[in-house]
């Protein structure tokens, strides 16, 4: 003979639907903290790099008059916008290397399994707090693998980012010494992760 037990949840379906209403209240983001957004040089920072790295870098005539707003403190954004609605397109001189976006679309299936494993335990009244920083983890962590991930589509170094270059001047620039773009330091890869609401983070 079969058992069958079934569990009453306090609050019957006006309870449910409150529990399911919070959960669905909560946001998983996954980028750069603000704790996390430093870098030596102290003027631009990861996420500005991440910004930067998304959508290219420009020619030296559109990054000088575009360094003049950025100056006043226009945020990059929005000096390109400035840019591009005064001269049109500006060309790159730094490929797109777009990360967090296509990322987390490489692997929304995985992540949707994750928010359906906290989906159920708010269902069944059980805590579902820490299903959802495991889905923010998985989420980070699969932003973090798409900088070496082949489908990730972006353009090699440069010859000369690989073995260096001579400027005009005279002075040597010593290269990366590796075709893979954004890891030679790991910092950018590093100063990935999530929040919850406020209600958790994790690096």
Known sequence: MIKVTHKINDGGVEGLLKRVAELVSHKIEVGVAQKDNGRESGKVGNADLIYIHTHGARIAPARHEMQKEINKGTKYSIALQMYMHEHGSAIYRI????????????????????????????????????????????????????????????????????????????????????NQPLIDTDKLRQAISYTIDGGGSGD
Do not use: C
């Not at 399994?113 to 708010?122: P, V």
């Not at 269902?123 to 489908?151: C, I």
């Open 95 to 178: 490929p797109a290397r777009p990360i967090i976006e296509p990322a987390i679309d490489n692997a929304k299936a995985d992540i949707a399994d994750e928010m359906k494993k906290a989906l159920t335990a708010a269902l069944n009244g059980d805590d579902y707090m820490h299903l959802l920083e495991d889905a923010g983890q998985f989420a980070r962590d699969e932003v973090k693998s798409w900088f070496t991930n082949p489908a990730n589509g972006w353009a090699p170094n440069a010859k000369s980012t690989i073995e260096g270059w001579t400027s005009p001047w005279g002075k040597f620039f010593p290269g990366k010494g590796s």
